[in-house]
């Protein structure tokens, strides 16, 4: 969709529409992921929406990240997945290092746990995000 007054915020809306009434669905994701699209508020109650990343919690817990299904405790290393499992459970947004280090590792200290939690932070974003 190309035209000289591309407003973001009103196709963004169209599209919501578009999705919760099941109209050209593959078209308006497609759509939504190449220009970055996103509502005002976010669209949680559309179960179809492209989000880029797809956590499931309830019943099971998956990550699943453009569509491709994340396997977090590959090699037999499972604190990336623990990571992930208590920032969802510490709340999500703004959850201290501290917190999670003490939950991780709870006999490690200062220095230590700082390192442990940088190495899995990354362990854990190397797996969830495509870097290109």
């Not at 797809?54 to 453009?66: H, M, N, W």
């Not at 709870?106 to 390192?115: E, I, N, Q, R, Y």
């Amino acid at each position: 969709m190309n035209f000289y007054f591309f407003i973001p915020a009103m196709i963004s809306e169209l599209c919501v529409k578009a999705l919760e009434h099941g109209i050209e669905t593959e078209y308006v994701k497609s759509l939504i992921n190449r220009r970055g699209l996103m509502a005002a508020s976010p669209p949680l109650h559309i179960d179809n929406w492209p989000w880029r990343v797809k956590i499931y919690t309830l019943g099971r817990f998956s990550v699943v990240v453009d569509d491709t299904p994340v396997h977090l405790s590959a090699k037999g290393r499972k604190k990336p997945l623990w990571m992930l499992k208590a920032l969802i459970t510490l709340g999500g947004r703004e959850v201290a290092e501290e917190k999670i280090a003490g939950a991780l590792w709870p006999d490690a200290k200062g220095d230590t746990a700082h390192s442990a939690f940088t190495t899995t932070l990354s362990r854990l974003r190397r797996r969830c995000i495509n870097f290109q």
